[in-house]
């Protein structure tokens, strides 16, 4: 009766599907970099010639591999914190993996076409929509549906849910707005927000270790 | 000997590779929006318009995403409701997949013929026959095996088995059927199919919080 | 330290990744099932004449799930009778899921050439070597590692074992052996196989319940 | 509360996720091999001649597999002995997980082009990376974050960070160097490491057995 003691549905398979489809999204992106065809004879220095055109491929990959690795690690920490999940959220977060599964397509797009402004927007778009959706979700679960454990501080949920707006949505969108002057510098843009998240950072001392983990 | 104390198999490993199973298809599904290949110079105007040739197969992508993710959610709360799982759910689970992990097929071809009676017939069938099975399999677990757990009242099972039944399977086979009639109208109803699952319903005050939960 | 308390391996993350192998495998083998392209304007007939050429890869795709689905289901079960897991174990499960993840590739070619003798016999021979290696890996366990637990009778063991080694690899080598005389021949028993692990048998009274699900 | 008692994250979603990668990594890798095209009527000596030409790439797929079996075995291990995982582990394993879910482009490479230097030297280079990789992860968790279990002998842990920076990084570097002078030589290196890491060894008996296993 665990399951549905506290009139909820249980967490732990939510997660392991989620965790399923951000392996699979996570994997199949590799598939986009073919391996280059080449006629007659071939001799390492075509093969060479061949491999430095797919490097905008590669960059694109490296990119998108980053960006759900984010995703990934972030919703670990959100359902991390909740006690359970309600079908508001359930449904969020199908709403969430539909966008992340559309990601092997702007990847693709964007390591095709890197100078056309609009596969610039269309990747930088999807990875906006995600974290606005994802954003959603910590709303929903933290100050919407009130389903995270008890014994976490009103400031720190404020705090995490002000921080997944602006943080994510924020800088994706800002470099999406940035590929309609610039192409160059929007790829760059987007190079640089994982490592924004990846780099460690100095969290304020009166977040609680456990709050400073899940932010 | 926890595993076969009530001489059954343990569902816990059969929740996880039909999880696994799930999370492939819906992955997988994107699989088929391939970015288009343009010839010679390529300008955004062009790419613009490739891109909304692949409108059709977008749509039928996000169907078919939402139609799986159902499947997911009722495959979830059917297996919650079970004490363990026997030979005959074992397999029967296998068919269900079967049916299941065939959705890329129609899928494509919905996306490339989505003016052809036939393939949308072939993939209003397909949901129909993958709904019919897991009624099938809900009716083998509640009425037939009785393997349900034991604290559930007989009216909300009877009740479950009949709507299983009727929601899925019908209105899969109404859509089906309208194809060979109004190809477009078929189309339609089939984006309106998982929105009546996905928005929240009134039910009735009789069932337990419990066994709202799970319908 | 539970893990190690009994100088062995933890069986849970073997299983979980046995499993994601199987279901990765089994939701591949769609993939082989292109969608027509038909040229100039599309007609319903000749949709349906192209789908109708898919017969054979359809065909092909429903046995090898059915094969895949009862290599699952006999792994899970012998998994269930394991104490834990040492490294010779490992390694052999690393070999049956090499010869597994095989699979789609037999598949594929028996779809394509499903009239040549050589494509038949490659099918039947990866079924083969796949039921060889795993009655090889449950009289590693049973007999020769002795890691089963300890309140299974000598003679069930024994008995699943020689079961183990006749069963699987002698039918399907029987099966790929008549391709050499007859291709269509080999094709339906190929088909008939898994029908005799699916369907229910009468297992003899002698076995405790217990032992009567593992076989 | 127990996720994060220690001040950590919790190690069995990482887990779960890793598992998901390493399994669709080496299911995908069968991918590359595709059933050959014969024109007009095809006969069983023309199928079995195309079949021969896909022996390179059948080479390179037992070696990659063997190669990912092994990197999932050490993971495996690694994880075992952890107490839990923090941010920095966190990190490195999702730069781990790339290089892995890079291997399906060098596997194809090599199966395509296993008679050019350079392909050969684009394989062993990303098992270098990848395994030097694998020992900074191990080198993190045991002696700079010092997250491992707390009955682990000091002697045992540096040995075994000692053997997981020499075994794995020098051995496939010595293979990729080899090919810059002998393609061939090369390729039976890299198909002789696994064999290394697989067949039994003796390991000295200082060691608990606990500790042996999980070198």
Known sequence: ?????????????????????????????ILELKVPGLEGESHDAELAGALIKLLPKFMSWVMSFAMVSIFWVNHHR??????????GLLWLNCLFLLLLSFI?????????YHREPLAVVVFGATMTLASLVFAWM???????AKIVQD???????????????????????????TALVHVTGAIVLYALIPLYFIL???VE????TRERLAL
């Open 1 to 29: 009766m665990k399951i549905f003691r506290t009139g909820s549905l249980h967490k732990g398979r939510i997660e392991a599907f989620s965790d399923g489809v951000f392996a699979i999204i996570i994997t199949l992106l």
């Open 78 to 87: 959100l359902f991390n914190l909740l006690k359970h999940v309600d079908n």
């Open 104 to 112: 092997p397509f702007p990847t693709a797009l964007l390591g095709e």
């Open 138 to 144: 910590r709303w929903y679960a933290v100050l919407y």
């Open 151 to 177: 014994d976490l501080s009103v400031t720190f949920l404020k705090k995490s849910v002000r921080q997944s707006f602006l943080l994510g949505p924020f800088s994706y969108l800002a470099a999406t707005l």
């Open 200 to 202: 460690p950072r100095n």
């Open 205 to 208: 001392d009166r977040d609680s």
